[in-house]
């Protein structure tokens, strides 16, 4: 049974947010769209965590593939969706849910192709050369986006708007279960030690016979499609994208939630990207003074817990004892 | 028997961390509270960007809309009841928007909602109150797209056509046929705005002498302004905010260009004057209001404003103080803060006398009234002429 522990996890998961999402019309539409946040933040935080936290290379273009995921997506359900879900046999839950699950995956691959194009040349370089290169590719995104044309199929500045809301409870946590249990089972495998050996010495890695530059691009790619996924899920929550929204500062975001979690620990990760997100709303009281109440939080919380909320090394000195 | 160890083993720990999570979350989430409103009180919402970069239209839109509110209030209310303004700050951050409106619309129970400025973000707001069936009535969101979402949703400011189109009549009144235009390609309202003042312009004999684009956030044109300087326009037609304009117009100096900008309303704001000084003087730009209008009504609000803030009330005010106006008067007619109702009383406003002209609501609720244009003279915006639609 023990060693099914996890699989039985990911299946309860799934099961759980199925529940909540059948009965989420009784949830407030605030509090729901709170959570539908923090989903898609521990989503994102998550993904970019294999790259940043267990690989230990500096990504600092996250929200790139995010935007890449939410077009894609988006660009799907607008302009095939009506089609799609007439072949699958009218509007009801299988074929909104089919379009939708078919749109994300688009979405979610057109984002690890992305990762992959940008991973192969740029992840030969090592720490703030890789920074500069993936900051770049969030920019050249964004401003791509931002200079099509106002009436063709990306929108221009305004971006796309009138996206059908298909994202429920139930999406999103469950693709951020598949994620947290996917990237988890790939670090802590036997060949997922790859990974933590590029992380903590490249050079003795690589002499012990770690293909080093394969497992960096197997993390992009990994870590962006998920992104991908998450762009797909906040298209179709907002219904509405515009390349603004996919700038450095969410990707910056990102960063600011794997750090604070603890490089490399999944649940302190996950744990940061909820605590943000919720905290971002109770700070709302605080009016102008937010921005500043949140910096000071973070500037108290490198000087207190450098190492982040829950260090990754907790649980491995438990697992020794 | 599993040991602890055996429990902590990271990757079940992570999902029973997330799914424990999800739980807590959604038990708290699930309890429907009622809502706080007071009985003898009119809660209407408002969404703005008090932070971040477009703070000042927010600031400025919000001190219109809470003088509304207080005007009202002292004047004994609406329908037996006060009205309370709940404020809620976007960040000027896209996504924001969307989860503000849902927590006034669904914890505040607000009757009716009030902004944004910026058309993206009032975009994201439109498809919630339409659904929830909560009126709309954006400021001074321009584009066109805004009020298409649905009927719910309102604005008292005039559209990107209108502005593009009326700077290009400006343009022709004054026998530029040469004109050059600059966009910032990052600002949908930008790309408007030029997109109809071309369609106006060439149509009507003028000339295009050149297109350049930059993106928000720019310090350097120079580039830009060379090549628009090669074709040797009358005017340039500069459609961005005001934080670029005058850095655009310092540049533009330096280089040469002694052809005046053109503009829209995304230039009024006192920042422009202050970065570009000396060489913004004798540009022109297209604006809802100007305080320099010396009707008795226009006068007594900017009385009353500097009163208050201690500053001259800039268009957002003014539009600000517009939208709560011609929702309070939609109130007093409908005679009842139920959505439907409100939002027929609204449709009908006719010939409204407000602050920024005659506002009538047309069949696609976009307010149908006139533009004033205004020239930098002396660091200061003087009133030029008005043009009707």
């Known amino acids: 049974m023990k060693q099914y522990q996890s699989q039985l996890a990911l299946i309860i998961a799934l099961a759980v947010s199925l529940g909540v999402s059948l009965c989420s019309s009784s949830i407030d539409d605030y509090y729901l769209d709170i959570m539908l946040n923090v989903g898609i933040n521990v989503l994102l935080a998550v993904s970019l965590n294999l790259v940043n936290g267990h690989t230990g290379q500096f990504s600092l273009g996250h929200a790139a593939f995010m935007a890449v995921g939410a077009y894609g997506s988006s660009i799907v359900t607008l302009e095939m969706g009506a089609a799609m879900i007439h072949v699958f046999g009218g509007h009801g839950w299988f074929a909104e849910g089919l379009t939708f699950l078919i749109a994300l995956s688009i979405g979610g691959l057109c984002a690890a192709i992305c990762g992959w194009m940008v991973g192969v040349p740029s992840l030969r370089l090592r720490g703030d050369y890789l920074a500069i290169v993936t900051l770049g590719f969030n920019e050249i995104i964004r401003v791509v986006l931002q200079n099509t044309s106002g009436d063709g199929p990306f929108g221009g500045a305004l971006g796309l708007k009138g996206i059908e809301p298909y994202t429920n409870f139930f999406w999103v946590f469950a693709t951020a279960a598949i994620a947290i249990y996917t990237i988890s089972a790939l670090v802590n495998s036997t060949y997922g030690r790859g990974f933590l050996a590029v992380r903590d010495d490249e050079i003795a890695g690589e002499s012990m016979g770690v293909n080093t530059v394969r497992y960096k691009v197997i993390a992009f790619v990994t870590g962006s499609f998920f992104a991908g996924l998450a762009g797909g899920l906040y298209a179709h929550l907002r219904t509405t994208i515009s390349p603004e929204g996919f700038n450095f500062l969410k990707s910056v975001d990102v960063v600011v939630m794997v750090i604070l979690g603890g490089m490399g620990s999944t649940v302190g990760v996950i744990l940061a990207a909820v605590v943000l997100t919720v905290l971002n709303e109770f700070l709302r009281d605080f009016e102008q003074y937010r921005m500043i109440v949140f910096s000071l939080l973070l500037i108290v919380m490198m000087i207190v817990r450098p190492q982040g909320l829950l260090p990754a090394t907790v649980f491995q000195r438990r697992k020794q004892a | ?149 649905g009927d719910f949703i309102f604005r008292v400011c005039f559209i990107d056509p209108f502005q593009g189109t009326v700077m290009a009549k400006f343009a022709m009144s004054r026998g530029w046929k040469k004109v050059a235009i600059l966009t910032d390609t990052k600002q949908d309202y930008s790309v408007g705005l030029a997109q109809f003042f071309k369609e106006y312009f060439a149509k009507n004999g003028g000339t295009i002498t050149g297109e350049q684009s930059y993106g928000s956030g720019d310090k350097d044109f120079k580039a830009q302004l060379t090549a628009i300087k090669a074709g040797a326009p009358d005017a340039i037609f500069a459609s961005g905010y005001y934080n670029e304009t005058g850095l655009i117009a310092a540049q533009a100096r330096e280089l040469g260009i002694t052809a005046p900008l053109l503009g829209g309303d995304g230039w009024d704001s006192p920042s422009l004057v202050e970065v570009a000084g000396k060489a913004i003087e004798g540009s022109f730009f297209s604006n809802h209001f100007s305080n320099e209008d010396q009707s008795p009504k226009i006068q007594e609000f900017v009385k009353k404003f500097q009163a208050k803030h201690g500053k001259t009330p800039d268009a957002m005010a003014a539009l600000g103080y517009d939208s709560a106006m011609i929702l309070a008067d939609a109130m007093k007619r409908a005679g009842t803060t139920e959505g439907k109702a409100l939002r027929d009383a609204i449709a009908a406003t006719k010939d409204f006398d407000g602050i920024t002209g005659k506002i009538t609501l047309d069949e696609k609720r976009n307010a149908n009234k006139s533009a004033v244009v205004l020239t930098i003279k002396d660091g200061k915006f003087s009133f030029v002429e008005s043009l009707a639609p």
């Open chain 2, 1 to 149: 028997m599993p040991t602890l160890a055996a429990m902590f083993s990271p990757r079940s720990f992570a999902s029973l961390t997330a799914l424990a999570g999800a739980l807590v979350i959604s038990f708290t989430g699930c309890k429907k509270e009622g809502s706080n409103a007071n009985a003898d009180e009119i809660v209407i919402g408002e969404v703005a960007a008090m932070t971040g970069g477009t703070a000042t239209f927010g600031t400025s839109s919000h001190a219109g809309t809470q003088m509304a509110i207080d005007e009202i209030n002292a004047a004994g209310g609406l329908l037996g009841k006060k009205l309370k303004l709940i404020t809620e700050d976007d960040q000027s951050k896209q996504g924001e928007a969307g989860t503000v409106a849902k927590k006034l619309i669904s914890r505040e129970k607000i009757v009716a909602l009030l902004g944004e400025v910026a058309s993206g973000r009032s975009l994201e707001m439109a498809p919630i109150c339409q659904k929830a069936g909560i009126p709309m009535i954006s400021p001074a969101s321009t584009n066109p797209k805004v009020t298409e979402t």
